[in-house]
């Protein structure tokens, strides 16, 4: 077994609501030749294996990984997809590291969203085929009912779930990667449209085209590669129903215990006082403190609170989604929690540019799959 494990490079293109001078494939292909010269390897002599985080349903195609060996410069080595979430594939990266067979891994992800014309008709077929599907739920619906169960129970306000929007949009302005950055006030984006009651258009993140690659490598290769390695202290994911009539609406508790697992491997107790940031999933507004909570970072009821008093904003004491989260970034489909990684490598680097955090060491980053699944990951990071 090899000892530690480290991110040595990143690379990412894109990041725009329409590409339409770009395939995915070339996307892909920019993404990974700046991870690979950020990481200072040659993916046909140094990376020994590849994976790519992709939704055969999204994709259009079957068995995907057969269209991504050539703009990573994988052909005839390893390459696998993990149908899932991108930290889903940062965990497996890890573990195929440590086992001691690849020194080298390389972890794609993307979305091309803009090429999708029925998005909502293609993640309805995520739903269970014969409960669910043919009453023709649109996926918000269901994300707007979770969110009224997660209000009612915990006693937050949509006034609080608003305020996740004026600051991550807000944090947005100040990172290039973010095309959705505004300036708003809680008005205007409590006077939005509703988009499935309680939840308002506002309060959802807008698809963006983009991709993402992270270059992977154990603690002798990460040593000798890189000035800057930052090391995968812990991670965990895991998987709660994927039914709706039997699950809890109010608490993602896979989210709990996924970060169980990461705190335990990082040998973190107390959350809250061991992690300086976090970056966690906010694909809908009421997420973001939603996914706090099951962290163990707050009480149920209480990240409501102080985001409004501003102890979760950039300047506060425990900055969340500096980056813009995917409110200001947009939604990456899969790509989404390889976007939180990327931004906690990045803060941990102070490589962050204009909206770089003062004296950060470890840094979470959450993802959740999407509606209607209750699945998500959890990796902690350090310089």
Sequence with gaps: MSDRVAIIGVGWSGFRPITPEF???????????????????????????????AEDFHEGTSIFDEYTPDQLGAVLKPMHTIAGDGLHGLATAYMLVKTGQFSIVALEGHSKASNMLTHAGITAYAQDPVLNRPLRLNTHFVAGMEMNRYLYDTGTTPEQCA???VKNRRN?????????????????????????????????????????????????KALALSNYPIWILGIGWSNDSPAL???????????????????????????????????????????????????????????????????????????????????????????????????????????????QLDEVSIG???????????????AILGN
């Design 163 to 165: 305020q996740v929007v």
């Design 245 to 355: 009539e039997n699950r809890d609406w109010s608490s993602a508790n896979y989210i709990k215990d996924a970060a169980r697992f990461a705190y335990r491997q990082a040998g973190i107790h107390h959350s809250y006082q061991a992690i300086d940031f976090a970056e966690v999933d906010d694909l809908y507004a009421y997420r973001e403190l939603q996914s706090l909570e099951a962290l163990g970072f707050f009480k149920p009821g209480e990240a409501g609170q102080v985001t409004e008093e501003g102890l979760t904003h950039r300047d506060g004491a425990f900055p969340v989604n500096v980056s813009g989260g995917s409110l200001g970034m947009g939604n990456l489909l899969d790509a989404n929690g390889l976007a939180r990684a990327l931004e906690v490598v990045l803060q941990l680097r102070g490589t962050a540019g204009p909206r």
């Design 172 to 220: 947005a302005l100040d990172n290039p990667s973010a095309p959705y950055g505004a300036e708003l006030s809680l008005d205007e984006v409590l006077s939005g449209p509703h988009l499935s009651w309680p939840l308002g258009m506002r309060e959802t993140a807008e698809h963006v085209d983009g991709a993402i690659t992270l270059v992977i490598a154990n603690e002798e």
């Design 364 to 378: 979470l980053a959450q993802s959740w799959r999407g509606v209607p699944t209750a699945s998500g990951a959890v």
């Design 23 to 53: 395939s995915y494939k070339e996307l892909m292909y920019e993404a990974a030749r700046r991870a690979y010269s950020d990481a200072g390897v040659d993916p046909r002599r140094d990376v020994e294996s590849f994976i790519t985080v």
